[in-house]
Antibody
């Protein structure tokens, strides 16, 4: 069965960086893009960007350009999301999600359990 | 960016009620619209993709409709496990924006 297992919670100081991981299993890793979505406490869902593990092509939301880097490791079927220059507004749960396609329509059919990142001095 | 508006942030309903949740896009986007359900402490779960296609394993009481700019998620007979927050998402073009969410609460 398809599973996305994310790394554990992390606490960071303002200005630091965080690197979350998302390990995929139950399907061929290179056949599906992985995207990241975050959710601040009590707030809605915010799309951050995604990566195609076949080739490593990335797309990022403009809001995070210059601060986010998504990478993939096909040997371990793992995708990473690194966010730099953290501020308190980056405190959130970070989800990875697998992208499937029907025709030309993307949708996020499997999600990781989420990684809580807390930014605090 | 395409803005997604769920004009109802919360609604109260009873078990057995028919519930409709609407989502409006700031520009036409064919049927590139997905619906997710999220319960507290859980990741979102895909319900409907491409506006009207029921994801495998999702109960048939959930349905989606719409095209262009206006979309609706309908729950034909609300069940206790359906009390949750529902989000629409457009995947017509990046950034893949979400609506603000509609929380369905018990009346």
């Amino acid at each position: 069965q398809v599973q996305l297992v994310q790394s554990g919670a992390d606490v960071k100081r303002p200005g630091a960086s965080v690197k979350a991981s998302c390990k995929a299993s139950g399907y061929t890793f290179t056949t599906h893009r992985i995207h990241w979505v975050r959710q601040a406490p009590g707030q809605g869902l915010e799309w951050m960007g995604g990566i195609n593990p076949s080739g490593g092509t990335t797309t990022y939301a403009q809001k995070f350009q210059g601060r986010v880097t998504m990478t993939s490791d096909t040997a371990t079927s793992t995708v990473y999301m690194e966010l730099t220059r953290l501020g308190s507004e980056d405190s959130a749960i970070y989800f990875c999600a697998r992208v499937s396609i029907v025709g030309t329509a993307d949708f996020f059919d499997f999600w990781g359990q989420g990684t809580l990142v807390a930014v605090s001095s | 960016d395409i803005q997604m508006t769920q004009s109802t942030s919360s609604l109260s309903a009873s078990v057995g009620d028919r519930v409709s949740i609407t989502c409006r896009a700031s520009q036409r986007m064919s049927s590139f619209l997905n619906w997710y359900q999220q319960k507290p402490g859980q990741a979102p779960k895909l319900l409907i993709y491409a506006a009207s296609n029921l994801q495998s394993g999702v109960p048939s009481r959930f349905s989606g409709s719409g095209s262009g700019t206006d979309f609706t998620l309908t729950i034909s007979s609300l069940q206790p496990e359906d009390f949750a927050t529902y989000y629409c998402q457009q995947t017509y073009r990046t950034p893949y924006t979400f609506g603000q969410g509609t929380k369905v609460e018990i009346k």
